[in-house]
């Protein structure tokens, strides 16, 4: 294949319009094929050596007139009567497939004298033998190979071309198909014909046997079945290949933002396979045809002879191309001369007996071999399929936006009616809030109030309480001093006994105080952490709503310890009213003991009194009883002492008053011991 040249390769606005890049003008290439001897070959004799002489290595032929006459021919390519059916595909047909699957129009045809294999070279189904298979069976095969379902599309039509009249083989009611003729491009159609999409090989097969059955054949002296017509199918590939554009790459496929984004539009390669199987070109008089079967060969030979001259006036680079003389010419207007890559087959059989049919053909061949095309590529813009994605894309978004509104609408109404959900509870909760603030507020202010009123009990207690330690600090000095008082007194056992058993009260009620004291500070410390627990209460309930609950625990428990409290104050009262009572009765045996101690004392002086008197008395009575002793000794002794004299009227009185003291001081000492 030539360099590509891009010949006005310039984009093209307008709708429709295509990018053509041409390849440098191609020759029409051409293979001949030598059918192996059949029984007629054969049985014509050996008097006669074959005609044709192939030189497949020098790609030559050499055609003998006679014995001593020969001519050389060059071919393409050169297949010999052993050459395989794949071998002949891939020398002829294979590079045309391959350029038709590039997106360039192709051209496989056969010609040849009747009987020469040109239906076995390109029809041939083989399907009991695959490699039997013929060109257009392989060539199918290979397109669908290289081709994406779904995103490429293999069509085939198949007609024949009997008695100047297009026939469609897959619908045989259908004759007389027009050709239409692009006015522009010259591209030649045939809509009238049915086109079916090849999904696989056993599909074209099926349809290729179908049409195979509807051709026109017949019985003629060179060929027991002769086609009696040019069958031509007709391979429409679209694909849609990677093409890239100002550095992008437009994958088929491809978001369709980016479709619009960029200046790319979907490029479609529109080719065209023609794979022409003519009828025979064997000489009228030779096939024995008659009537009708003489009619169909003047109609072949007319095409055929057109073509012929067609092909010669593109050879000879004549200004006329007489395309318009047959609907054959007309149908190939594109394969010789136009911008199709076209490959020739033509086919020859051994026999001398054929030499100028043979060498008919062989001209045919070699005339065509100067046929020159000029190979174009077509690239049209896909802005159906584009067009097709776009309104797909289109509803597409539309029916999208509209359930995207659906859903949006959907979800505004779920919001507006959980806004108003949450507006009622927000709401409710306020009122709850502000109903448990209140609440809570009453309840601090209560409990405010009796931790006030608590601690006032408590610090009066408190007073109470010192008071009494005062008091009790107080009488206990009272009870020593009296205790002091009372260790000289007969009773100082006593007292002392029972000032141990107060001192012992005394301390086990000193001890119940501190204990109270210490009781006092501990519900000072707890109703300081009530202090602190309804601060933190009152702080958290404005901080958060949900610490209502939690600060509603916490008051519960703080009620409970100042029920606690309260038990306790109660208690201590209770305590306080025994000590109270404990101390008034301290009280009061200390009166008793107080009085018993007066008694005693005003008893102890009046002793005192009686003690001195008596004193006095002895003192008194000693001393008149010394005088009296004196007043003896004197009257004794110096009857001048008056003493005795004194005493001696006075001595019974005497007497009587000493026996007295006597009794009085033994009755004070009984007493005393007594006591
Ligand atoms: N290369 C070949 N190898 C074996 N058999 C062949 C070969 N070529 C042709 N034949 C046989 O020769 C006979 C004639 O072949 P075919 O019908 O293909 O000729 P044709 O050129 O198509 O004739 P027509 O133009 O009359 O239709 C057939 O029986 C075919 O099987």
Partial sequence: MGALKLLGGALLGARGEAKELVVDSERVRVAIRLRPKNADDVGYGTDFIDCIELQPELKRIKLRKNNWSSESYRFDEVLTENSSQKRVYEAVAKPVVESVLHGYN????????????????????????????????????????????????????????????????????????????????????????????????????????????????????????????????????????????????????????????????????????????????????????????????KFINLSLTSLGKCINALAENSPHIPTRDSKLTRLLRDSFGGTARTSLIITVGPSARHYSETASTIMFGQRAMKVVNIVKLKEEFDYESLCRKLEYQIDYLTSEMERQKKHRDDEKVQMEQRLNECQMSLVEAENNYSLKSEHLERESTHLELENKKLLEELNLLKDQNSAMSEELVHLEMHLKQNKHQLESSTYQKVLADTTQMYEKKMVELIKQVEQEESHSSDLEGQLMEMRKHLIDSETSIQVQTNTVDELNSKLHSISKLNEEAASKILFLEETNSELLSTKELL?????????????????????????????????????????????????????????????????????????????????IFEEGITL
Wanted: hydrophobic share 35%.
């Fill in 106 to 297: 192709g051209t496989v045809m056969a010609y040849g004298q009747t009987g020469t294999g040109k239906t076995y070279t390109v029809g041939k189904l083989g399907k009991d033998d695959p490699s039997e298979r013929g060109i257009m069976v392989r060539a199918v095969e290979d397109i669908l190979i290289d081709t994406s379902p779904g995103v490429d599309t293999v069509a085939v039509s198949y007609m024949q071309l009997y008695l100047e009249s297009i026939q469609d083989l897959l619908a045989p009611e259908k004759t007389n198909i027009p050709i239409v003729e692009d006015p522009k491009t010259g591209e030649v159609a045939l809509p009238g014909c049915t086109t079916v999409g090849i999904r696989d090989l056993d599909q074209f097969l099926e349809l290729l046997q179908i049409g195979e059955a509807n051709r026109h054949a017949a019985n003629t002296k060179l060929n027991t079945e002769s086609s009696r017509s040019h069958a031509i199918l007709m391979v429409h590939i679209q694909r849609s290949p990677e093409v890239k554009q100002e550095n992008e790459v437009l994958l088929p496929g491809n978001d369709i933002r980016s479709d619009l984004s960029s200046r790319n539009l979907r490029v479609l390669l529109k080719s065209k396979l023609l794979i022409v199987d003519l009828a025979g070109s064997e000489r009228i008089d030779k096939s024995g045809s008659e009537g009708r079967m003489l009619e169909e060969a």
């Fill in 587 to 667: 009280t009061e045996e200390l009166k008793v003991v107080q009085h018993k101690l007066l008694a005693e004392e005003r008893q102890r002086k009046g002793l005192e009194d009686e003690i001195i008197k008596l004193k006095r008395l002895l003192y008194d009575n000693h001393a008149e009883i010394e005088d009296k002793s004196l007043c003896k000794d004197a009257s004794l002794v110096k009857p001048a002492s008056g003493f005795g004299q004194m005493n001696l009227p006075k001595s019974s009185k005497s007497r009587e008053t000493l026996s007295s003291q006597r009794a009085t001081i033994a009755k």
